[in-house]
């Protein structure tokens, strides 16, 4: 059957309907949106001013906020402007393009948030041998495979769709191009490409949102040999490690650990883990994290006087 597509462009619903509510939208996301920029652009500026980048948890670390950075941008910007626009659309390939990003960002956040549980595994279960095992060319090379996996995971996703006709409606139920939504509007059987979907993603979700929980049930047994000193502060940097894990994954899996089915509550569902977590990560992180404070206040002292 020869793939039909009369689709030019697809137009959202939103988060309302509701001009008054949309207002209010309006003023809160841009200044979520902004508290996303600056937070992430402070720790990034702090990791490199503060001679932090050579530890492995913050290596990371600055490199979980560029993610943050980019993932909440390929959303939010256009859902902002869309709370004051009449006529909410965007072209087929701004939509196609959309969903590789928001999946390419968002499984290479996961995969960091993995890597990062790791170094801190490594750093409280096997103190001696943590910078043997966490060294440059190692971080380097996990960082890399953070971005591959990211890249192969939102190929895959783009690649189910594009090949799907679409000829009308081209309503989307949601403020964003992600796959389930769209998946509704092709006009052929979607059954096989959703399962393969589901199980790319929900995997990928699961797996490692599993992985993470081992991880960290492995350090809180461990910590019980240390000192007290020593578990105050493992339990202090790990808090902010599992705090950011559950906001983060819990909606993931909610979202993409279910047939090819849409709710309503998607929408709100969706800027928890695109908009809320890449907010909240850099007063987490800064806000349960000494280190990074006190590189903060130095850095600060030093702009100042």
């Given amino acids: 059957m020869e793939k039909v597509n009369n689709v030019t462009e697809f137009v959202f619903w939103g988060l309302s309907q509701n ?5 209010i939208c309006f003023v809160v996301f841009s200044f979520f ?3 996303i920029l600056l937070g992430n652009l402070l720790i990034m500026l702090t990791v490199h001013m503060g001679n932090l980048f050579k530890s492995p948890m913050y290596f990371f670390l600055n490199y979980l906020s560029f993610v943050d950075i980019c993932y909440s941008s390929v959303t939010a910007p256009k859902m902002i402007v869309d709370l004051l626009a009449k006529s909410k659309t965007i072209s087929y390939e701004g939509c196609m393009l959309q969903l590789f990003a928001v999946h390419f960002f968002g499984c290479t956040e996961i995969f960091i948030l993995t890597i ?3 170094d801190r595994y490594v750093a409280i279960c096997k103190p001696l041998h943590y910078m043997t095992i966490m060294d440059q060319e190692k971080c380097n090379k996990m960082l890399l495979g953070t971005w591959v996996g990211g890249f192969l995971h939102s ?3 783009v690649a189910l769709v594009v090949q799907l006709p679409f000829c009308g409606p ?4 949601h403020y964003f ?9 092709a006009c052929s059987d979607t059954y096989v490409v959703g399962v393969v ?3 790319n993603s929900g995997t990928i979700a699961l797996g490692s949102f599993v992985i993470l929980l081992i991880s960290y049930a492995v350090i809180l047994v461990s910590l019980r040999k240390k000192s007290t000193e020593g578990r105050l502060k493992a339990l202090s940097t790990c808090g902010s490690h599992i705090a950011v894990v559950i906001i983060f994954f819990g909606p993931c899996t909610f979202m993409y650990m279910r047939p090819d089915t849409t709710f309503s509550e998607d929408k709100m569902v969706a800027v928890f883990y695109t908009i809320i977590t890449p907010m909240l990560n850099p007063l987490i992180y800064t806000m349960r994290n000494a280190e990074v404070k ?3 206040k130095k850095l600060w002292r030093r702009k100042v006087f």
């Fill in 116 to 118: 990062m549980a790791y």
């Fill in 197 to 199: 979907v589901t199980a």
């Fill in 33 to 35: 949106y902004m508290v």
């Fill in 19 to 23: 001009p008054e509510v949309e207002e």
């Fill in 294 to 296: 006190n590189a903060m």
């Fill in 170 to 173: 081209n309503e989307i139920d």
């Fill in 177 to 185: 191009c992600d796959v389930h939504p769209v998946l509704k509007l």
């Fill in 155 to 157: 190929s895959i996703q």
